[in-house]
């Protein structure tokens, strides 16, 4: 697995963690120890960037989850879509497939194979609409 992989990985553990505990997946980095920062750079931008963004990151998550309400879906796959969507918006240098694909990936290791598939689809619904959502 890529740095940018391993990021992600860890990323999305402090926000499932965030969001079990109802408290902001930045504090949470914050109080952790150094020591338990791998890919800290990173991490640290996808978390400080969802944490930014997650108004706009839900909504549109919401418009395209067909069939799906956010309370419905299961919080991996919904902190998946989040890491997935900011990167695919807000973030110039990372390309779109990789984003998608590795999402995809973290979803059919921590997740079932109906997520990766879901994630799949809303994710390219997203990426194929990219310049035409308002961020």
């Known amino acids: 697995m890529s740095a940018r992989g391993k990021a992600r990985k860890r990323a999305l553990d402090f926000l499932y963690e965030a969001e079990i505990k ?25 978390l400080s960037g969802v944490e930014e963004h997650i ?11 067909q069939d799906w309400d956010m309370d ?10 989040r890491i997935a969507i900011f990167e695919i918006l807000w973030v110039a240098e990372i390309d779109l497939r990789i984003a998608c ?12 194979d109906e997520s990766s ?18 961020i």
């Open 22 to 46: 109802k408290i902001s997946a930045m504090s949470l980095f914050s109080a952790r120890d150094s020591s338990e920062l791998s890919q800290e750079p990173y991490v640290k931008v996808l």
């Open 55 to 65: 108004q706009k990151i839900d909504e549109l998550i919401n418009t395209y989850a």
């Open 72 to 81: 419905r879906m299961p919080a991996i796959d919904r902190n998946i879509l």
């Open 101 to 112: 694909d590795q999402a995809v990936e973290l979803a059919k290791s921590l997740s079932t």
């Open 117 to 134: 598939k879901y994630i799949n689809g809303v994710l390219g619904r997203i990426i194929k609409l990219k310049d035409s959502i308002a």
